[in-house]
């Protein structure tokens, strides 16, 4: 297989970190009380009560960051190291690493739960929360970059999703919602014309009857329905929720302000869609406003420059 372009793998992680800017001033609002769809930018209109007010337009989250650690340990051991990863989060949380100036203004409440394990000694494995309330979406958000990195198959992928994802989010839900929305990306990154139909098939295929991923999968993600998502911070609404949007529009700045105007959790739903948005349009269907808008590329631009290389196979 030839590797992917270079206008997709940059789309991707510009396309996340973009969707996770522009939904940070708009964190926390209901929907009827965001703006008019076509005032959505990174700077909300004056008299909008934003969200996060000391931080500046531009700014990615803890969304942007995380995944920035997993894209920065994948390139630097070749292969999903736990403890590598899980130490970059730390460093992250505790240090500022590959935060916007180096400052750390949010955390799920699984993923600091999951911190103070890993900083008592918990095995990187099982450090996250795994009881049926613990799904936020907090591993969904980070795990494109390895679905843009990895070049071995679809199963090994999938078991890739799944252990990033116990780092901070051991249920069966999260761990599913990791694996199908890698292999979603990955098949947009080829191309394919129906990605989550292709998606589905494959992590079927792999599922054990009667498991509590096919349970995931089948009574929870409910892959075949049509999707409707509310912006939250569940794991499976926000896979939910970035479905909805990239079914409805075709270009990355319709599928992100969707994204956004959906509300609640503004910052990480425009992050999962608009990572796979920039895959599906590249790195120039993302709007030029918003690409020089984005702060922090001292610390992202090597990153990307990287994983380019790393899959034309450079490393």
């Known amino acids: 297989m030839p590797p992917p372009s270079t ?10 970190l973009v969707g996770d800017a522009l939904g940070v001033p708009y964190e926390f609002s209901a929907p009827e009380l965001l703006p008019p769809r ?55 949380y505790e240090q500022g690493y590959l935060a916007v100036d180096g400052i750390v203004f949010d955390v799920g409440v699984q993923t600091g739960r999951a911190f103070r394990a890993l900083t008592g000694g918990a095995e990187p494995r099982v450090a996250g929360p795994a ?12 795990v494109l970059p390895l679905a843009l990195w990895h070049t071995g198959d679809d199963a090994a992928l999938v078991h890739d999703a799944y252990e990033q994802s116990r780092v901070t989010h051991g249920h069966a839900r999260s761990r599913v919602c990791c694996a199908i929305y890698c292999l979603w990306v990955r098949r947009t990154l080829e191309g394919d014309a129906d990605a989550w139909a ?8 792999m599922l054990v009857p009667g498991s509590a991923e096919e349970e995931a999968l089948e009574w929870h993600v409910r892959p075949d329905e049509r999707p409707e998502g509310s912006g939250s911070g569940y794991v499976v609404d926000t896979l939910r929720s970035a479905r909805q949007v990239a079914g409805a ?10 994204a956004v105007a959906l509300g609640n959790d503004t910052d990480t739903t425009a992050c999962v869609a608009g990572g796979l948005a920039g895959v599906r349009h590249g790195e120039g269907g993302i709007p030029e406003r918003w690409r020089s808008a984005l702060r922090g590329r001292e610390l992202v631009d090597p990153l990307v420059e990287a994983l380019v290389a790393a899959r034309r196979g450079e490393r």
């Open 249 to 258: 529009h075709d270009s990355y700045e319709g599928i992100v302000k969707a």
């Open 7 to 16: 206008a997709r793998l940059r789309g991707g992680i510009y396309g996340l």
């Open 198 to 205: 292709a998606a589905t098939s494959m992590l079927r295929a």
């Open 131 to 142: 009881e049926e309330r613990d799904n936020g979406n907090g591993s969904l958000m980070r």
């Open 38 to 92: 076509d005032q959505l930018e990174m700077e909300p209109p004056r008299d909008f009560p934003r969200a996060h007010g000391r931080v500046p337009p531009g700014t990615w989250s803890d969304d942007g960051a995380q995944a920035l650690c997993l894209l920065a340990s994948l390139l630097e051991c070749n292969r999903l190291d736990l403890s590598d990863f899980s130490a970059r989060l730390l460093a992250w």
